[in-house]
């Protein structure tokens, strides 16, 4: 099955910094690749995602690449702000096609973003 | 649009016991439901996927006998922890997608602790 592999575990960033978390998958049909946010007792938010026909994806200040030939994509912050310090988790899924594997999703294991004012 | 609620958010049950979770798509179809479940500061672990009127398939490791997941309708599916011990407490979120929809749509979780 699919392992999504995120790192850094922790990321301890400056107010106006950027913030850039990587993930890595194996499973080279996942054609689908959201990140969440989610703050402490809550549901995971999505904050982009990008499809596998798409190599970046960019909304405001956050911004994912996607390397399909090395099967690792990205996720940028820029100009961080204090209220962007939550746990982000990347995932991956496979879309389309039906079977078994159909649309789970497979999480990596989350990066703890803190923002300093 | 596309909401999704949980019920209840919090429950306490004495060891022994069953517990069963409830996950509403309040606006929309959802031919697909998961059910996630999230231990203290660890990520989302799938534990099961189910479709509306078959049963669920359940991920590796993951009893089904314990983890009793019902899919009635394409806005209800439940997750009926059996037999609840401490080490069932969890955080357990469900999310739902629909049709070929590339996006799943969670709820608000349900905290889970086991006395």
């Known amino acids: 099955g699919e392992n999504v592999e995120q790192h850094p575990s922790t990321l301890s960033v400056q107010e106006g910094d950027s913030a850039v978390i990587k993930c890595t998958y194996s499973?080279?049909?996942?054609?689908?690749f959201p990140w969440y946010k989610q703050e402490l007792g809550k549901r995971p938010q999505l904050i982009i995602d990008i499809r596998s026909n798409v190599g970046e994806k960019k909304d405001q200040r956050i911004a994912v690449t996607l390397n399909k030939t090395a099967k690792h994509f990205s996720l940028h912050i820029t100009e961080t702000q204090p209220e962007d310090s939550a746990v982000y988790f990347c995932a991956a899924s496979i879309r389309g096609g039906g079977g078994t594997s159909y649309g789970k999703l497979t999480f990596g294991q989350g990066t703890i973003l803190t923002v300093h004012p | 649009g596309a909401v999704v609620s949980q019920h209840p958010s919090r429950v306490i049950c004495k060891s022994g016991t069953s517990v069963k979770i409830e996950c509403r798509s309040l606006d929309f179809q959802a031919t697909t439901m998961f059910w996630y479940r999230q231990f203290p500061k660890q990520s989302l672990m799938l534990m099961a996927t189910s479709n509306e009127g078959s049963k669920a398939t359940y991920e590796q490791g993951v009893e089904k006998d314990k983890f009793l997941i019902n899919h009635a309708s394409l806005t209800l599916s439940t997750l009926t922890v059996t037999s609840a011990h401490p080490e069932d407490s969890s955080f357990y979120i469900c999310?739902?997608?629909?049709?070929?929809?590339?996006?799943?749509?969670f709820g608000p979780g349900t905290r889970l602790t086991v006395t």
């Open positions: 499973d080279s049909a996942s054609n689908y």
């Open positions: 999310s739902a997608a629909r049709g070929e929809a590339y996006e799943q749509y």
